[in-house]
Nanobody, 115 residues
Framework: VQLVESGGGLVQPGGSLRLSCVASGFTFSSYGLNWYRQAPGKERGLVAG????????TYADSIKGRFTISRDNAKNTVYLQMNSLKPEDTAVYYCHVRRMGLNYWGQGTQVTVSS
């Protein structure tokens, strides 16, 4: 299983970014995928999740209405569209899948929201 994130960077408050996670090594369309984030000195927490078909999503309260998770099963890719970014969204963002009782993580992509 391999998960490779991209799309992070430095953005001003109120700006937008789209993160991507390309997956390989498993049947992508059979699994739900998640985005987590971890800020310095804080625990890693769930940001958003999407079901295998994309028909069901879940979001952390702190990002509802600002972030959107989506997936393209033809491209083995899950996305996180982040709008109206705030300084408190600054963190490393990780793609995650749980498969056969094991958790798999990408290497993470840094998102920094600062003026």
């Amino acid at each position: 299983v391999q998960l490779v994130e991209s799309g992070g960077g430095l953005v001003q408050p109120g700006g937008s970014l789209r993160l991507s996670c390309v997956a390989s090594g498993f049947t992508f369309s059979s699994y739900g995928l998640n985005w987590y984030r971890q800020a310095p000195g804080k625990e890693r927490g769930l940001v958003a999740g999407i079901s295998s078909t994309g028909g069901s999503t879940t979001y952390a309260d702190s990002i509802k209405g600002r972030f959107t998770i989506s997936r393209d099963n033809a491209k083995n890719t899950v996305y996180l569209q982040m709008n109206s970014l705030k300084p408190e969204d600054t963190a490393v963002y990780y793609c995650h899948v749980r498969r056969m009782g094991l958790n798999y993580w990408g290497q993470g992509t840094q998102v920094t929201v600062s003026s």
